[in-house]
């Protein structure tokens, strides 16, 4: 009976949320539908639902939120500023006369995108845009193509600054006070949203190598699937075609130093990096002369757009959670972890398995603001570094985007796709690269050093 409720409040927003009606409204929707109930039936009391207030309040006054709406308008500018395109054309002038030279500048600026915008949407949907047709068009077997392009996409989910980490790392934090309060300790030590972006550093960029092997691999054994760029497709040999590289390529990479360099020298906080970040694009934008009034406009515009659906889910979900555990689903889902076999092994893998499948019909803030306060206390109460899990939480989304037939980032690449490229294409081209993250999932489950070991190097 202490499982039925709560279990029934996922299967109602299950079941609300295929009507296409918008997440926020069905979190909130559905929870002051239980709560009513609840109420009704004695089940619930009034007092478990006065901390409603405190919670929309803190959300508003979150200073570590600030960040969103920054890193937000960075990538919105950045991908209307032309600055992505400028960067594809500078590394196909380096590695366009190697067999998979363009595979691996679509890497690369996958990468360097990611740590410039941190939203995966709108760098799938630019790379599919300016690469695709170009790497058909040179003879890329389509199903690389795509793979290639949505698996480079998603790199802006680990990679910092990403606004998944910045509302897992607020999420985190909580929940980490929150298990330590549990345990008795008062001395309470904390997670930011710092430590998580110098955590994700190192498996990101593990990620991206292994990325290139695979890349290395296909161009040594099937170098007829990604053919080298001909001679007279440009002037990459010559003094001049370097130059032209370089221009492209220093201005995002003095952005990425000013913002990651200023958050890991302790310099700034990722909210004070965040602002410096948006700065820095209205700089680029102006030097590559696509500043006006009306990029301003549509930037702002959709910087707001999208900030007021983070914030909206927030409340939504901030409800659902706090009628979910009025109902006793947080006491339910300790025994549920309690009772696996394996302890805290057997704990970790489930909940890793419910948010990759939830990956598939949820976005990550909904995720993020939804399950992870419920298990969030309960695993790091069992002996978990927050930092490590946090990565793996990302790294674990990541791959939920890519997995067929579900991935979002497939659907991204499919709407923008030219007609010819079919979707058994993307799916086949995707499945290589899930592998590769599946292992890195592993590798970093081997080794949480790769996750911890630089923010107590720099934090202590």
């Known amino acids: 009976m202490d499982m039925i409720l709560p279990l029934s409040m996922f299967l109602a927003v299950g079941l609300v949320l295929l009507s296409g009606y918008p997440v926020a409204f069905c979190l909130g929707g559905v929870a002051l539908l239980f709560a009513v109930g609840g109420l009704a039936t004695g089940l619930v009391s009034v007092n478990d639902l006065t901390f409603l207030p405190g919670r929309l309040f803190g959300i508003i006054n979150n200073t570590t939120l600030i960040a969103v709406p920054l890193f ?61 047709p170009t790497m058909l068009r040179r003879g890329y077997q389509p199903s690389l193509a795509t793979g290639l392009i949505c698996a480079t996409g998603t790199l802006g989910q680990i990679i910092p600054p990403s606004i998944a980490l910045v ?40 990620l991206v190598v292994l990325y290139l092997i695979y890349m290395t691999a296909v161009s040594l054994l099937r170098p007829e699937q990604v053919p080298a760029l001909e001679r007279d497709d440009g002037d990459g040999n010559d003094r001049t075609g370097l130059m032209a590289a370089l221009s492209g390529l220093i201005p995002p990479l003095l952005l990425i130093l000013a913002v990651l360099g200023s958050i890991l020298a302790g310099l700034a906080t990722p909210t004070e990096a965040a602002g410096v970040g948006a700065f820095g694009t209205l700089i680029l934008a102006a030097a590559n002369r696509h500043l006006n009034f009306t990029i301003l406009r549509e930037t702002v515009h959709g910087t707001a757009r999208l900030t007021a659906m983070v914030f909206m889910i927030m409340i939504g979900a901030s409800l659902f959670t706090m009628v979910f555990r009025a109902f006793g689903g947080e006491e339910a889902v300790q025994h549920l972890f309690d009772a696996l076999p394996g302890g805290v092994l057997g704990a970790t893998v489930m909940v890793m398995l419910i948010i990759f499948l939830l990956g598939f019909i949820l976005d ?24 490590w899990l946090g990565v793996m939480i990302a790294l674990n989304l990541q791959t939920s ?18 007609p010819e490229v079919r979707t058994t294409h993307i799916y086949r081209g995707v499945v290589p690269f899930v592998f590769i993250q599946i292992i890195m999932l592993g590798i970093l489950a081997l080794f949480p050093q790769l996750a911890t070991w630089l923010p107590h190097l720099l934090y202590g």
């Open 72 to 132: 937000v308008f960075m990538g919105v500018m950045l991908e209307k500023s032309r600055v992505a395109e400028k960067l594809l054309a500078s590394m196909g002038l380096l590695f366009g006369r190697l067999p998979g030279g363009l595979g691996f500048s679509i890497i690369l600026v996958g990468a360097l995108l990611a740590a410039s915008t941190g939203i995966v949407g709108a760098t799938v949907v630019t790379m599919g845009l300016l690469t695709l």
């Open 167 to 206: 509302l897992l790392g607020d999420v985190l934090s909580t929940a980490y006070q929150e298990a330590q309060l549990r345990q008795g300790t008062w001395a309470l030590e904390t997670v930011s949203v710092g430590d998580l972006f110098v955590g994700a550093l190192i498996p990101g960029l593990v």
């Open 364 to 387: 990550f803030i909904e995720i993020t603001f939804v399950v992870v306060p419920i298990v969030g206390p309960i695993l790091l109460g069992m002996g978990l570094d927050p930092i």
């Open 401 to 418: 985007f890519l997995t067929p037939p579900f991935g979002i980032a497939l659907f991204y690449l499919r709407g923008v796709a030219p």
